[in-house]
């Protein structure tokens, strides 16, 4: 596939408006870099602060929408819908039964698409999102279980701290949890209990009890920083075992991936090397396979063996590399990446490692990505900018 060129101007603007995990303070300001990893990065991490005062009121019906540049699908992609709304996408994620999807944005709010028509359903923001006007750094659907009396239960986390479970279908706020950090980043259910975690701009990651929204337990790392048994920097991915309940993995700014159990308040293992800054963590349940997407320009996409956390394999550069800020298992012959210098999404043949499909030509770079998981060839959506992207791949 030929290679597009980007101008620097775009790619700067693209960074610039990413989220900020430099804290609400120190716009610009790359994190300092540890030296505890053998393979080290070149690059450092370009989450600027956003500019909370270039954000405008949420998208209603009839708002004006921001005009941007059509992508354009390149081998075995093609794009089925391109909705546009009024603030970036920051986070995205399909309901269980994939028959919608929610996209985070920067104001704080969040939008809820039908995932075959991309048609508006609901809108997520009550007094306290709409006053702090801050990002919705992720969202998640609750799996259902036996016991729950809602369907399509919504966990969002914020910039500014707040943890959010929603209603989606009435736009409820349920429960509202204010974590004693800067800012919540990431957070994740466990599928087999009844448990959920977060992690934010600190060193700890918070296990909750969803039915009590009460912490059963901190994950965090032992005092002496001679010991690397959990985090020391913020922590921007979270994945639990799709198989075994109560193991999670996560990564952030230390370069390392740390396995963790719920019940444990420090990590039982850890990998060094993958630089996360983004929803980059994934599991295969088939092979219990890691992958992991790195914003750096040299070993960005890896795969690793879940049970030793040895590196498998590096996946070989695109010829137009992207510093990744999302990737996923698509399928089980396929993965997906998406990220920012060459602004593009790309699949890959997990076989062959060789780039099958390629989304070009956006404004800014991904930030965000998920599939539905439904059969071999599952259709995924991505956020570009202010730009939600429904894809699959074609069929053969």
């Not at 997520?124 to 969202?139: R, V, Y």
């Not at 934010?200 to 059963?216: E, L, R």
């Not at 210098?341 to 060789?354: E, K, P, S, W």
Request: proline share 4%; hydrophobic share 35%.
């Amino acid at each position: 596939m030929k290679g597009r060129q980007k101008s620097t101007q775009v790619n700067q603007s693209g960074a610039a408006i990413m989220l900020s995990v430099a804290g609400l303070s120190g716009a610009g300001v790359a994190r300092p870099r540890r030296s505890s990893s053998p393979e080290r990065s070149s690059t450092s991490t370009p989450r600027s602060m956003l500019s909370m005062n270039s954000a405008a009121s949420m998208l209603d019906d009839g708002d004006h929408q921001l005009v941007e540049k059509e992508p354009v699908s390149e081998g075995n992609l093609k794009i089925l819908n391109h909705v546009h709304v009024q603030h970036e996408v920051m986070c995205c994620k399909y309901s269980e039964d994939g028959s919608m999807i929610a996209a985070g944005l920067k104001d704080g709010s969040i939008k809820i698409f039908s995932s075959e028509s991309g048609a508006p359903l609901y809108n997520l923001a009550d007094s306290e999102t709409k006053e702090a006007h801050l990002p919705c750094t992720s969202i998640n659907f609750r799996h259902h279980l036996d016991a729950d009396k809602s369907h399509n239960v919504l966990l969002a986390t914020y910039a500014n701290g707040l943890v959010k479970l929603w209603h989606t279908a009435s736009g409820q706020c349920l429960h509202t949890i204010h974590e004693p950090r800067q800012a919540t980043l990431a957070a994740a259910f466990d599928t087999k209990t009844s448990l959920f975690v977060t992690s934010g701009s600190d060193d700890k990651i918070y296990v909750y009890d969803a039915s009590t929204t009460q912490i059963i337990q901190t994950c965090q790392p032992s005092p002496s920083m001679n010991v690397m048994d959990g985090h020391r920097s913020r922590v921007f991915s979270i994945k639990f075992h799709p198989r075994n309940a109560n193991e999670f993995v996560t990564g952030g700014w230390d370069d390392t991936l740390q396995f963790w159990e719920t019940r444990k308040e420090h990590a039982i293992r850890k990998s060094y090397g993958p630089h996360i800054c983004g929803d980059a963590i994934d599991i295969d349940l088939q092979h219990d396979h890691i992958l992991t997407g790195s914003w750096r320009k040299t070993n960005s996409l890896q795969i690793w063996d879940y049970p030793t956390g040895s590196l498998i394999k590096t996946v070989p550069k695109d010829i137009s590399n992207s510093l990744l800020y999302c990737a996923q298992w698509l399928g089980k012959d396929h993965i997906v990446a998406g990220g920012c210098d060459a602004n593009m999404v790309r699949v890959i043949d997990r076989g062959t490692l060789q780039t099958t499909g390629r989304i070009v030509d956006l404004s800014r770079g991904v930030y965000c990505m998920d599939n539905n998981r439904e059969g071999n060839i599952p259709r995924f959506a991505v956020g570009s900018s202010s730009s939600l992207l429904f894809l699959e791949m074609k069929k053969t």
